[in-house]
């Protein structure tokens, strides 16, 4: 969930040239979250949420994401 608002955050940067820095301020403006990092054994700095913040992104993405 952090990484689908992160990159919702570069959407709505539009087609400038933007940091991955402002793409996660956008992203934790919209949602009302905070972006972290984390190293894992599936990557380094891969974003992550609190789980507050996780189940809020995810309910936004059942009612908004259509495939």
């Not at 570069?10 to 933007?18: A, D, E, N, P, S």
């Not at 992203?27 to 974003?47: C, E, M, P, W």
């Not at 992550?48 to 936004?60: E, F, G, R």
């Amino acid at each position: 969930m952090g990484l689908i608002a992160h990159e919702l955050g570069h959407l709505l940067v539009g087609h400038t040239r933007h940091s991955e820095a402002k793409a996660d301020r956008l992203g934790n403006k919209f949602f009302g979250v905070t972006i972290r990092y984390k190293n894992s054994a599936h990557g380094d700095n891969l974003q992550y949420l609190n789980s507050k913040d996780t189940d809020s992104v995810y309910a936004w993405a059942l009612d908004n994401i259509r495939t």
